[in-house]
């Protein structure tokens, strides 16, 4: 499966984005789906993730109540709504594809380019 983010850009402290991961290869409601983020100097971090099916969903304790991840399979689309953002959001975010409903990197077998969220304080 081949995924591409965007949405990404620069934003003040206290609003929102909303990030979208396009796919394309292979059935995409075959996929448990996640988010991370990375900055430069650190390995990546697991944000959220997001069941084949949509209906279990995980994410890391500094986004919870403020992020929200879905997805649209009839669209073959991953989304992350942000609300909220904080100066400490600012990364690369990534989406990525997995068999499991998993949160390690590791497991992750697809990834997309990334695209780039800065919160200005």
């Known amino acids: 499966v081949q995924l591409v983010e965007s949405g990404g850009g620069l934003v003040q402290a206290g609003g929102s984005l909303r990030l979208s991961c396009a796919a394309s290869?292979?059935?995409?409601?075959?996929?448990?789906m996640g988010w991370f983020r990375q900055t430069p100097g650190k390995e990546r971090e697991f944000v959220a993730v997001?069941?084949?099916?949509?209906?279990?969903?995980d994410y890391t304790d500094s986004v919870k109540g403020r992020f929200t991840i879905s997805r649209d399979n009839a669209k073959n689309t991953l989304y992350l709504q942000m609300n909220s953002l904080k100066p400490e959001d600012t990364a690369r975010y990534y989406c990525?594809?997995?068999?499991?409903?998993?949160?390690?990197?590791?497991?992750?077998?697809?990834w997309g380019q990334g695209t780039q969220v800065t919160v200005a304080s």
């Open positions: 990525a594809a997995n068999d499991l409903f998993v949160t390690s990197a590791t497991h992750y077998d697809y």
């Open positions: 290869g292979r059935t995409f409601s075959s996929y448990a």
């Open positions: 997001i069941s084949r099916s949509g209906i279990s969903t």
